[in-house]
């Protein structure tokens, strides 16, 4: 990455009308069939597009492809029965309805591949994909085979590895791994949340990134986070691990969370993307919001470790609200990018662009 503050989105962007209902989670698809393909295809194209058009620097596929960014996944491999479904807690937050793991799991095809491939068609900039992580796979399933969260997890890892290693041969920069379940089952991920993580990115030349979060605006996420009290240190636990572990890049909310910012200070060495965009308000920042929000990180994380982002993905947002807010987030970038080229001028002198 040549210049300072690399700007990007977590993840998703809202899909567009004629490819599933908007502003709604897990919207089932308008289209089937060989139409399907072509609609996301398209759909990831504009995606592509409108971040480029934004200023964005590393690119992503806004997930127009997936109807959810864990069970899309598991829809593609063996081992999983879509029609035994069972009522299971989610994140110990709220049920849903999911499918069973009845055998062996197994990746019988890459899932991702030709959508990485279109992507990195599409720009010469640098692109990430985002992949769920193992704990939050296992927490979306109901298992009737391995009979231990932790087996199903290490055996989820394998996959992920395989498909990882997929994604980086088809030119994707940097991997994500979502793990919002890390924010929930701290012993757990103490226990084999982060090796696991770990196995998942084994040996992998792309930059690798995890995304834990306190979720969308939904009202179950909205409910629990307010049982959290006025300061979410949730990342208290999970932080210290993530920073001993091999992961390069760790993903948080800074924008309207109750996250304390000196939490970040835990995470030392390692870079840091750092959401200046509210995803659960329609309100668009202003580039002076994004980038006092980014001020107030610099004390706690390297500015050539600091890489400006969203909270969270922003399918459930209108486009042109998810337009202006990818708009305010480069233009706000922009403003803390010249501030620090005229403090330190060997930050900011390569050109803008990658
Ligand atoms: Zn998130």
Redesign the pocket.
């Known amino acids: 990455m040549n210049n300072a503050l690399p700007t990007s989105i ?1 993840g998703s962007l809202p899909k567009p009308a004629w490819l599933a209902e908007p502003e709604k989670l897990w919207s089932p698809w308008k289209l089937e069939g060989a139409e399907l393909v072509e609609g996301t295809r398209d759909a990831l194209n504009l995606a592509a597009d409108d971040q480029l058009h934004a200023g964005i620097d590393i690119i992503s596929d806004g997930e127009q492809t997936r109807q959810h960014f864990v069970t899309t996944f598991i829809e593609h491999l063996g081992g999983v029965d879509f029609d035994q479904r069972e009522t299971v807690r989610i994140r110990d937050r709220y049920d849903a309805s999911v499918p069973t793991v009845v055998g062996a799991v197994t990746r019988e095809r890459s899932v991702f591949v030709d959508d990485a491939e279109a992507l990195r068609a599409r720009t010469d900039r640098p692109i990430k994909w985002a992949l769920p992580g193992p704990m939050t796979m296992i927490d979306t399933l109901y298992d009737r085979h391995y009979g231990s969260r932790e087996k199903l997890a290490w055996e989820f890892a394998t996959i992920l590895n395989q498909e990882a290693r997929e994604l980086q041969a088809a030119g994707v920069d940097i991997i994500q791994f ?1 793990e ?1 379940a890390f924010n929930v089952f701290f012993d757990e991920v103490k226990d084999w949340g982060v090796a696991t993580l770990e196995r998942a990115a084994e040996g992998l030349r792309s930059e690798t990134v995890v ?1 834990i ?1 306190y ?1 969308y605006g939904i009202t179950a996420n909205t409910e629990w986070k307010a049982t959290l009290g006025s300061e979410w240190r949730q990342y208290e636990e999970s932080f210290p691990l993530l920073q001993r572990s091999g992961i390069d890049m760790v993903s948080l909310e800074c924008q309207h969370s109750r996250v304390p910012l000196e939490l970040i200070e835990l995470l030392r060495g390692k870079k840091v993307m750092v959401g200046a965009i509210d995803v659960a308000s329609s309100a668009i920042e202003t580039p002076e919001e994004v980038a006092e929000t980014l001020r107030s990180v610099l004390p706690f994380v390297d500015a050539d470790k600091l890489y400006p982002s969203t909270n ?2 922003m399918a459930p947002l209108a486009r042109d609200v998810a337009r202006g807010k990818m708009i305010a987030l480069a233009g706000g970038a922009e403003i803390v990018r010249a501030e620090l080229a005229g403090a330190a001028p060997s930050l900011a002198a390569s050109p803008h662009g990658l």
């Open positions: 977590v979502d919002p995304h979060c979720g969270c993905g």
